[in-house]
């Protein structure tokens, strides 16, 4: 790649520059990366304790319904009879360029929407345990959407960085190098060329 680039003093410059920029781009790549692992740690951290307290919810979640099955028959029509939860919102931080979700749940307060004709204890417990349930969720769903965006940009990140340190800015102090040599080597030419044409003006002018 060096040897491609004709050696002058307006390329080395340029050459310098881009190699300047080159490096400067791999530090914020670097510093990018960093921060973003660092993010993602945290959200990984919160995934392990929400993931214990959903698996303890959902636990309790299906015994209360096999319960509630058991004592009333099938409550799938009584299912039916809860409305549909549009609360959840969905808006977005930035985190270095990367858009991590942010959820936000209108709670509407826990009511019995279903008849009580066929209802009971049980059903209601089993009501309130699945009205748990999908508050987890909710927070499970958007840290785990968080660390998958984050793991996504953080590869990208380590790929792009890994190309400017490894491949561009190595080929850049090659050109660099190239060039200072070869416009050093022209400087010694020329003064050696200075210097014959001075030693042969001087014997011309003493044999005068």
């Known amino acids: 790649m060096a040897n491609q680039v004709f050696p002058t003093k307006g390329n080395l410059i340029a050459s310098k520059k881009s190699l300047d920029l080159a490096s400067m781009g791999y530090d914020l790549m670097d510093r990018k990366r960093n921060i973003l692992i660092r993010e993602m740690m945290e959200q990984v951290d919160n995934v392990k304790k ?21 004592s009333l ?4 029509d009584i299912v039916d009879e809860v ?9 977005y931080r930035s985190v270095m360029g990367v ?19 066929r209802a009971n204890s049980k059903l209601d417990y089993c009501y309130r345990c699945f009205t748990k349930v999908k508050q987890l969720t ?4 958007q840290v785990e959407n968080s660390v998958y965006r984050l793991a996504n940009a953080i590869m990208k990140t380590q790929k792009r960085a890994n190309a400017l340190k490894n491949i ?17 080597e022209k ?17 011309k002018k003493a044999g005068s």
Do not use: C
């Open 50 to 70: 929400i993931r214990d307290d959903i698996e303890k919810v959902y636990g309790e979640a299906y015994y209360a319904l096999s319960e509630a099955n058991m």
């Open 168 to 184: 561009v800015i190595p080929n850049m102090e090659s050109t660099v190098k190239f060039i200072t040599e070869s416009l050093e």
């Open 73 to 76: 028959g099938l409550i799938s």
């Open 99 to 117: 858009e991590l979700p942010k959820i936000t749940y209108d709670e509407p307060s826990l009511e019995l929407t279903y008849g009580l004709d």
């Open 138 to 141: 909710i927070i499970l769903v």
């Open 187 to 203: 400087e010694r030419e020329e003064f050696s060329r200075q210097k014959v044409i001075k030693s042969m003006m001087d014997r």
């Open 83 to 91: 409305p549909i939860d549009n609360g959840i919102h969905v808006t």
